[in-house]
């Protein structure tokens, strides 16, 4: 998506740099802001998904977020009727778009420290529970929203990574790292149902033998 344009008058028209660094990855008009959805998305959820998005362009705020709240609160059912993997993409599509309305709502306000953290949450709702929709938009919002965290500490290196083994763990070549031989391990396998709670520093490799997911989280 291009930068917007904004003309005086503008309904969208708003102070501070996040604001702008956000308008400028929606197109101009709601028009161009629209998900094709498939038959299993009823008619009167895509007609409140153009009435939101209709509010949003118009910058009725508080409107728009009481609609997004109604996105959210109805496809959340739809993800929660079944098993995962039988749960339509269109519907975790509905998700996403209702997390970035709402998000983008709650960013309205400038200087709101409290709304730009409750905004990050949506997105990382969003984006664990949704499917990438118009250009991974919600995942530039996030990044966004990152950089103009209250308090948020800079990175201290441009480079910084989470470190990673060089080793395949599962055909080691013992020649380069003839030491990993040596290497105390645990192992285990996970049922359906179960968890397993990895501590800080500890190297782990996992490998999936079904569908699953992960959730790893770095502490600052």
Request: with cysteine; proline share 6%; charged share 25%.
């Amino acid at each position: 998506m291009g930068e917007a344009t904004r003309h005086p008058g503008d309904p969208l028209a708003g102070a501070g740099a996040l604001w702008e660094a956000l308008r400028a990855l929606l197109p101009d008009s709601k028009e161009d802001l629209k998900l094709d959805l498939g038959e299993k998305v009823e008619r009167s959820v895509v007609t409140l998904l153009q009435q939101a998005t209709a509010l949003f362009y118009e910058g009725r705020r508080d409107e728009c977020l009481q609609s997004s709240e109604a996105i959210l609160d109805y496809s959340w059912e739809k993800l929660n009727t079944g098993p995962w993997q039988d749960v339509d993409k269109d519907w975790r599509r509905v998700y996403a778009f209702g997390c970035l309305l709402k998000a983008l709502c709650l960013c309205q306000v400038p200087g709101d420290a409290a709304a730009v953290a409750a905004a990050l949450r949506v997105c990382d709702m969003g984006l664990l529970m949704g499917a990438a929709i118009l250009g991974d938009v919600l995942l530039k919002v996030a990044a966004i929203l990152q950089t103009h965290r209250p308090g948020k500490r800079p990175a201290r290196s441009a480079t910084r990574e989470q470190p990673s083994t060089k080793v395949d763990v599962e055909n080691p070549d013992l020649e380069k790292f003839p030491k990993f031989a040596e290497a105390p391990f645990q192992s285990c396998v996970l049922s359906p149902g179960e968890i397993l709670f990895i501590p800080v520093k500890y190297w782990h490799y996992v490998r999936a033998l079904d569908l699953s997911f992960s959730v790893s989280f770095w502490w600052s």
